[in-house]
């Protein structure tokens, strides 16, 4: 079977791994420092705070930004559950606002029409730069401005991608990445989040440890000794072990060669897939780290056509369901279908063919034959 993602491990990866495995650091060590300093580097943010998985750093950055009970987060469907839950799990209310059929990213006017619902409590804004598109950011921050929120990307697609010329990264207050084995890099499992305002990176450390610290000038009391620390805030363990950190720092050497391979496979299918067939390519751009090949069919013949390349050995891949059809949100947010369209209309023609770096060429002819071999 040809996954829709796969990582890409080389001999370098294993004996950075094999080397932190002999030492003496597998947490809270060295990697990690070294991991979170060469990742705010590459995308050229100040700071980046590791965390466990990409779902926590979503989790961090909400609270890091304040967002707590009863507050609004604005949020497309079109995306993994991960990006609502961490609303919910500061005790928020995820807002679902529709995708732009051009980008299939969060749609600016209809996130401040959500936020216009939302009397004044919404908090943070979190448009997704889903399938690794880098969405036009200046509509949001002009929306953020003016209704006093925050914007956290979810770039859980977007690791290597760039936004008029800079790395995605820094043009949200504060971006979250993950590093599961699907993404543009991998660390087994983690995440991360990257910010330029010292506060947000102090608290995201907080948070993703316990919500300790050692430090006698954000401590509430005088710190007794150095055996001494105190728990200023609910947090918890998030933590990236030095482990997976040294992996990620490997990994990260390679994601300009891997996300440039990534374009080179999207390109060909640009230029191969019988669009008379009914296959629309996904949005394009230079910046796009194409995470997914996000190709819509006829909405009526997706199962068909879904089936017959899993019949012929290719997992391709539907993303996504929108967040707000899964049970438990039926049951506990709000939503109407009707008021998104363009995200109930995308769900139903999506279909992702298998894109990763080392995908070869004569596995994506076979994927090409068979997709045009679908009337
Ligand atoms: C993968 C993903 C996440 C969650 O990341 P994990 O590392 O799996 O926790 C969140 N949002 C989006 C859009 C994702 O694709």
Same mark, same amino acid.
């Given at each position: 079977m040809i996954p829709y993602g796969h990582q890409e491990i080389t001999e370098e990866d294993i004996s950075s791994v094999v080397r932190v495995l002999r030492g003496d650091w597998l947490t809270t060590g060295p990697s990690v420092r070294e991991f979170e300093e060469r990742f705010a580097e590459y995308v050229g943010a100040k700071f980046a705070v590791s965390f466990s998985n990409g779902t926590a750093a979503l989790h961090g950055a909400m609270f890091a930004a304040g967002v707590?009970?009863?507050d609004r987060v604005v949020v497309p469907g079109l995306t993994f559950a991960a990006t609502s839950n961490a609303a919910l799990y500061v005790g928020a209310i995820p807002v679902f606002a529709d995708i732009s059929p051009d980008t299939l990213c969060l749609d600016a006017d209809s996130a401040? =029409?959500?936020?216009e619902r939302s009397d004044g409590r919404a908090r943070a804004v979190v448009p997704v730069s889903y399938s690794g598109y880098p969405f036009d950011? &200046?509509?949001?921050? =002009?929306?953020?401005?003016r209704i006093g929120a925050v914007i956290i990307e979810d770039a859980s697609h977007t690791a290597g991608g760039s936004r008029n010329g800079s790395r995605v990264g820094t043009q949200a207050d504060m971006t979250t990445f993950s590093f599961h084995p699907v993404k543009n890099m991998t660390t087994g499992?983690?995440?991360m989040v990257t910010t330029d305002d010292e506060e947000f990176a102090r608290r995201l450390e907080l948070? &993703?440890?316990?919500?300790?610290?050692?430090?006698h000038g954000t401590s509430?009391?005088?710190?007794?000794?150095?055996?001494d620390y105190d728990m200023t805030e609910l947090g918890y363990n998030y933590r990236l072990t030095d482990i997976a950190s040294v992996l990620g720092t490997s990994q990260l050497m390679r994601l300009d060669a891997n996300v440039r391979r990534r374009r080179e496979i999207a390109a060909r299918y640009r230029a191969e897939l019988d669009e008379s067939l009914g296959w629309t390519p996904p949005p394009d751009d230079q910046g796009h780290a194409y995470h997914l090949?996000?190709?819509?069919?006829?909405?009526e013949r997706r199962r068909e056509i879904y089936d017959a390349l899993r019949a012929n050995g290719i997992g391709a891949q539907?993303?996504?369901v929108p967040v707000y059809r899964q049970s438990w949100y039926r049951d506990h947010v709000e939503h109407d279908p009707a008021s998104t369209p363009v995200t109930e209309e995308t769900s139903a023609r999506e279909i992702s063919l298998p894109l990763y770096a080392s995908l070869t060429d004569d596995q994506q002819s076979h994927v090409i034959e068979v997709c045009n071999s679908i009337i």
């Open positions: 707590g009970a009863g401040a =029409e959500a936020a950011m &200046r509509p949001f921050r =002009e929306l953020a401005d499992e983690g995440g948070f &993703r440890s316990h919500g300790v610290t050692r430090d509430g009391r005088l710190l007794a000794g150095g055996w090949y996000a190709a819509r069919v006829p909405a539907v993303h996504y």
